[in-house]
Every structure is written in structure tokens, then in C-alpha cells.
């Protein structure tokens, strides 16, 4: 299938996915190498990492030849072994999200039929429910990744959600979540929403807890039902 134009890559790469979800789709790209914004190239890169579809490019410069598309490069003799081959990015989506939110390795957006308004520029969930020992003191146990990739799970007590709620975002922006300016509510708004998938025990110090031991980095001999965490959030 041929698109005549990068600009036009995206539509057509996007119908031929929908009608073909089955198929292997490669966008074979232009390597416009002679000029510095190389837009054939660039949009496709761009264009397959947003579908998480693969592309290939002719490799001009290493093969010593002169052109832009595959047509020019087979012309003039191009060998298969020159021709760079760049698997897709695929991100992870996260599941089990109140319905109108959206998460993925870009983070966290509302989605309505017509727009689509960003929280977060990384991950965050609720991973369960946290409470001690005595079934008091619940809170979220939220994870979420910060610019740099780091894993961080921090302790969110329920009642918070409940007031204004405006020291969550702080708290998290805090720990390292990077958040938009001005959503700090619609971040409040979807931790309520979200329902937890299992429930923890929290403890905050070492020490026996009944039949288990814990330690900051492991249980011995756990607890049946709950599984006991260690709380570093203070």
C-alpha cells in the first residue's frame, strides 16, 4: 500500500490495523539522510511507535549509495543487509481502571468521545487496600513511576479522600509522580474511583507480627490471607 506522503502514513497505517488486526504491518520508510529534518523517516519512527507497528529504512550512507525511498535504493543496487529493521515500542497498558481513565507508559488521561485531558506523564494505580492489624488505619497503596523509571509505592490514608483533598497531589508530586498543573483534583477523583485488587497488611517497624517476622525487605513465615507490607511512607 503506498501513501504518497508521510503525512498521510498515519490514516492509512491505522485503517489497514483496524480491517487486519491479525497481519504484520511494517511501514517501509523514506530516508531523506541528505536533509537534516529527514521528515520521511522521522514521522514514520514517530507514526510506528504511536501504533506499535514496526519500520524499515534503507541505510544509504552505510551502503554508499545516493537517494531517499526503497525504489531509489534497489536502483542502485542496495543489498538486503543494509536495511535497518526497528521493531515497535510496546507500551504497557494498565487495566482495571474506573471507566473514563486511561493508563499507560505516557501516564494517565481522562478519555471522553471528543478530547482527552492528561494527569500524569507516568503511570499511576492503585495496587490494594492497606490496613494494620487491628483492621483500622486504611489506606491506598498507590504505585506509580517517576520521570526517570523508578518504582515507588506510597501509602495514601482513605479518610484524605474524603476532605478536599488538595495534600495528596503534593504528596505524591513529592515522592516523585510527575503531575500537570491544575488536575490535582482529577487525580484525587480517579484514586477514589479505583478499586483495589487485593488487601494488605501494613506494618511500619521490624518485628514479630503474631506468627510472621518482618523485615523491611521480606516475611518469614508469612500470615495466611493478607499479605504484610512494610510502610517506608513516613
Known amino acids: 500500500v503506498i501513501t504518497f506522503s508521510c503525512s498521510n502514513i498515519k490514516a492509512v497505517a491505522q485503517q489497514i490495523k483496524e480491517r487486519h488486526p491479525d497481519r504484520r504491518l511494517v511501514i517501509a520508510a523514506d530516508n531523506d539522510f541528505t ?18 507497528i514496526e519500520y524499515v529504512y534503507p541505510d544509504f550512507e552505510t551502503a554508499g549509495l545516493v537517494g531517499s525511498d526503497f525504489n531509489d ?87 484524605k479522600l474524603h476532605g478536599h483533598g488538595s495534600d495528596i497531589p503534593v504528596t505524591l508530586a513529592n515522592a516523585g509522580l510527575p503531575i ?3 488536575v490535582g483534583q482529577d487525580l484525587v477523583m480517579y484514586l477514589a474511583a479505583s478499586k483495589a485488587q487485593d488487601t494488605r497488611i501494613n506494618v511500619t517497624s521490624s518485628g514479630w507480627l503474631e506468627t510472621a517476622f518482618v523485615l523491611p525487605t521480606e516475611v518469614i513465615n508469612p500470615l495466611p490471607g493478607d499479605k504484610i507490607i512494610f510502610d517506608t511512607s513516613d
Open 180 to 182: 500537570e498543573i491544575g
Open 73 to 159: 535504493y534497489f536502483n542502485a543496487g542496495g543489498e538486503s543487509k543494509h536495511i535497518i529493521e526497528v521493531k515497535p515500542v510496546v507500551k504497557t497498558v494498565y487495566k482495571g481502571l474506573p471507566g473514563k481513565y486511561y493508563c499507560d507508559d505516557d501516564g494517565l488521561v481522562i478519555r471522553n468521545k471528543q478530547s482527552e485531558k492528561r494527569i500524569t506523564s507516568k503511570p499511576v494505580i492503585v495496587k490494594a487496600d492497606t490496613r494494620d492489624i487491628n483492621r483500622d488505619n486504611w489506606s491506598l497503596l498507590v504505585w506509580f513511576k517517576d520521570k526517570n523509571n523508578i518504582e515507588h509505592e506510597i501509602s495514601i490514608p482513605k479518610g
Open 35 to 52: 536533509n537534516d529534518n529527514n521528515p520521511g523517516l522521522n514521522k514514520a519512527k514517530e507514526i510506528a511507535n504511536e501504533l506499535e
